[in-house]
Structures are given as C-alpha cells and as structure tokens.
C-alpha cells in the first residue's frame, strides 16, 4: 500500500468516525417559572445547536442545591442569590457563570398566599400564622421579611417554615398552613382552585434588576469547563430572546419540566430576565441578608463573578 492510499483510507476513517459526544451535564433548579431560561435552552435545542449537552433537573428545595453541586451531583444550579450569598458566606466556593432572571416591581408571578379558610387579608394579619416558604434563606423568605420590615412589622412573630411547591396547595386546602410565598405555576393553580387568595405581590417593593435566580457552579468545575462556559452563557441569553419574543414558548417549556395542567401553564406569569450580572446586585442581597442575621460578615461580590 503505497502512501497516498494509506494516507486516503485514514481520512476517510476520521472522516466516518462518530464524532465525540458531548459531555452530559446535570444542571439543577426548582419548579419555578423564574427558571424559565433554563427550560427553554434545553427544551428548544438551544444548548445542543451550542454543542452542549444539559439536562435540566428539578430539585425540591433551593437549599438543596449547594450541596448537590459540591456533591457533584449536578454541575449547574440555577440558585437564587440569597441561597448562593448563604453558601458562599459558609465556606463553600461558589462563583456566578450567568446571570438569570431579575427583580421587578410589576412583577405578579410571586405571591403571598392565604388560605381561603383564614382571616389574612393583609401583611398585618400575619402576626402568629404558619408561613410556609420554598426554602428558609431563599430568595421568597428573604424577600417577604424585607418587605414586611418595610410595612413595619415584625416577622419574628411569623412562624417559617419549608414547604415544596407541588404541596402548598392542599396544606392551605387542609388548613396545616396559613399561608404561603409561592411563585407560578403554582401561585395561580393555588388561587384558581380556590385553595387560597392573594394578600400581596410583594416583590413591588423591591429595587428593580436585582438578580433573583442565577447560574451557579463550584468554581473548580468553572474552572474545569472554561471553554463550555461562553457557549452556556451564549445560549441563555437565546433563550431569554425566546421569551421575551413568545412568551408562550417559554411556558412551553416550563410546562416541559414542571407537569401542570394546560390550562394553568396558559396563565402562568413568566420572570423579568437579564443574563449581566454584577457585583453591585449581589451587594444588594448582601446587605439585606446581614440585616436579617443570615450573613454576618461583609463579602467580596467581585470575587463571586466568574467572567
């Protein structure tokens, strides 16, 4: 066999050879619509026409999302800040490879939630009731004792305590809870059925843009995927495209992952999303959880961008 034969015939081998498949990545986040991004990328193909391989997978309680990366169970969390600063505050290395969603004061897909059969109908009904959140530390948790600060009242009165979304409903139908911090799908299913009925909106007091949910990773994983990191971020922004341009793709895609009926995916309220993230947001949630104890001392937030 001479050389240009050998050298064809190895060409054509390279050439039929499968290619290598993407590495498979697990990328955790709970059944909210503020995840919507997420949804989209893998539900629309986003990440694969980026070369990546992400599967989105949901997990009960935000809490549980640092673990689950340091465990490396999953690669990605799409985690909402207060649970990140927490982390971080506790000694794991944490650091941001994107942002998410963010806050907004026309917001109404986040919802202080009372049982139909209690008599709160108002912040200060709420002195000596079960309040039930997705996750104590979270961004609900945080967010509802900011505001209610902010209606002078005092929270530590308010008996919290962790529930997972696909439960609330029948503990406020049951009467175990007084009320919840739900978001949609589940704020609007709760109050469709009749199981509950909104007190407040209270993100509407909120300071604009503050990022809410964002994209996490072990910055030893961070650091080991450099060069997948851009295609990611490429590829939320996508999706962020997607919804702002057909909101009803992105519950499509919502509803891909979180199995609700149609007709309450149909009126689901999606996030206010933007993929930049800077120090200055995660100052923001710095100082408000210092003054609710959950963080006691002052943190870097530009040590915590992975760019």
Same mark, same amino acid.
């Given at each position: 066999?001479? !050389?240009?034969? *050998? !050298?064809?015939?190895?060409?054509?081998?390279?050439?039929?050879?499968?290619?290598?498949?993407?590495?498979?990545?697990?990328?955790?986040?709970?059944?909210?619509?503020?995840?919507?991004?997420?949804?989209?990328?893998?539900?629309?193909?986003?990440?694969?026409?980026?070369?990546?391989?992400?599967?989105?997978? /949901?997990?009960? &309680?935000?809490?549980?999302?640092?673990?689950?990366? #340091?465990?490396?169970?999953?690669?990605?969390?799409?985690?909402?800040?207060?649970? @990140?600063?927490?982390? #971080?505050?506790?000694?794991? $290395? &944490?650091?941001? /490879?994107?942002?998410?969603?963010?806050?907004?004061?026309?917001?109404?897909?986040?919802?202080?939630?009372? +049982?139909?059969?209690?008599?709160?109908?108002?912040?200060?009904?709420?002195? +000596?009731?079960?309040?039930?959140?997705?996750?104590?530390?979270? @961004?609900?948790?945080?967010?509802?004792?900011?505001?209610?600060?902010?209606?002078? /009242?005092?929270?530590?009165?308010?008996?919290?305590?962790?529930?997972?979304?696909?439960?609330?409903?029948?503990?406020?139908?049951?009467?175990?809870?007084?009320? #919840?911090?739900?978001?949609?799908? @589940?704020?609007?299913?709760?109050? $469709?059925?009749?199981?509950?009925?909104?007190?407040?909106?209270? &993100?509407? $007091?909120?300071?604009?843009?503050?990022?809410?949910?964002?994209?996490? !990773?072990?910055? *030893?994983?961070?650091?080991?995927?450099?060069?997948?990191?851009?295609?990611?971020?490429?590829?939320?922004?996508?999706?962020?495209?997607? /919804?702002?341009? $057909?909101?009803?793709?992105?519950?499509?895609?919502?509803?891909?992952?979180?199995?609700?009926?149609?007709?309450?995916?149909?009126?689901?309220? &999606?996030?206010?999303?933007?993929?930049?993230?800077?120090?200055?947001?995660?100052?923001?949630?710095?100082? #408000?959880?210092?003054?609710?104890?959950?963080?006691?001392?002052?943190?870097?937030?530009?040590?915590?961008?992975?760019?």
């Amino acid at each position: 066999m001479n !050389a240009r034969i *050998a !050298a064809s015939l190895l060409w054509l081998a390279l050439f039929l050879a499968p290619a290598a498949r993407a590495e498979t990545i697990q990328a955790g986040t709970t059944a909210g619509s503020e995840s919507a991004p997420l949804f989209v990328a893998a539900h629309e193909g986003i990440f694969a026409r980026h070369g990546l391989d992400i599967q989105p997978l /949901i997990i009960a &309680l935000m809490p549980n999302l640092p673990a689950s990366l #340091v465990s490396n169970s999953i690669g990605i969390a799409g985690m909402v800040s207060t649970t @990140f600063l927490q982390a #971080v505050s506790g000694g794991l $290395d &944490l650091v941001v /490879i994107s942002g998410g969603s963010v806050t907004s004061p026309t917001a109404q897909n986040i919802a202080l939630i009372a +049982g139909s059969n209690t008599n709160i109908r108002s912040a200060q009904d709420l002195s +000596g009731h079960r309040v039930r959140m997705p996750g104590l530390g979270a @961004f609900m948790d945080v967010t509802l004792r900011w505001w209610l600060t902010q209606q002078n /009242i005092d929270w530590h009165k308010i008996e919290f305590t962790e529930v997972t979304f696909p439960t609330m409903r029948d503990l406020l139908r049951s009467g175990q809870v007084d009320a #919840v911090g739900a978001i949609d799908p @589940f704020a609007r299913g709760i109050v $469709d059925s009749g199981a509950g009925r909104v007190v407040a909106y209270f &993100l509407k $007091d909120v300071p604009a843009g503050e990022p809410s949910v964002i994209y996490v !990773a072990t910055r *030893a994983w961070a650091q080991a995927h450099a060069t997948q990191l851009p295609a990611f971020r490429e590829a939320i922004e996508q999706a962020i495209d997607v /919804i702002r341009a $057909d909101p009803a793709r992105g519950r499509a895609a919502v509803g891909a992952y979180i199995k609700l009926p149609p007709q309450v995916l149909a009126t689901t309220e &999606l996030g206010t999303y933007d993929p930049a993230i800077t120090p200055a947001g995660l100052s923001w949630w710095v100082d #408000v959880m210092r003054a609710q104890d959950l963080i006691s001392e002052p943190l870097d937030t530009t040590h915590l961008i992975l760019r």
